[in-house]
Nanobody
Framework: QVQLVESGGGLVQPGGSLRLSCAASGFTFSSYAMSWYRQAPGKGRELVADITRIGDSTNYADSVKGRFTISRDNAKNTVYLQMNSLKPEDTATYYC???????????WGQGTQVTVSS
């Protein structure tokens, strides 16, 4: 059974930090590129960051460059999103996604809420 379980969300003040985790099971994690997406109320889901299967390349949305860092630990079947200098506009539900590059087969987690507010 494929599972992607996000954790680490919560309420944080502007300028603060959070570290999201996404624990994977039920598939060969190291064969999948991993991504973090977010969706704010009333908006579409947008790509935040992604990372290759072995973590040798990353990509970020312009809005988070220099503030967020995606990483993965294939031994722990986990992908992370370190979020620093958070802004109110970062408020959203954050989802992780696993994608098998060869076929496009994708799995999604259930999401974790991040709220940036004073």
């Amino acid at each position: 059974q494929v599972q992607l379980v996000e954790s680490g969300g919560g309420l944080v003040q502007p300028g603060g930090s959070l570290r999201l985790s996404c624990a994977a099971s039920g598939f060969t994690f190291s064969s999948y590129a991993m991504s973090w997406y977010r969706q704010a109320p009333g908006k579409g889901r947008e790509l935040v960051a992604d990372i290759t299967r072995i973590g040798d390349s990353t990509n970020y949305a312009d809005s988070v460059k220099g503030r967020f860092t995606i990483s993965r630990d294939n031994a722990k079947n986990t992908v992370y999103l370190q979020m620093n200098s958070l802004k109110p506009e970062d408020t959203a539900t954050y989802y992780c996604k696993a994608r098998l590059v060869r076929t496009g087969l994708s799995y999604w987690g259930q999401g974790t809420q991040v709220t940036v507010s004073s």
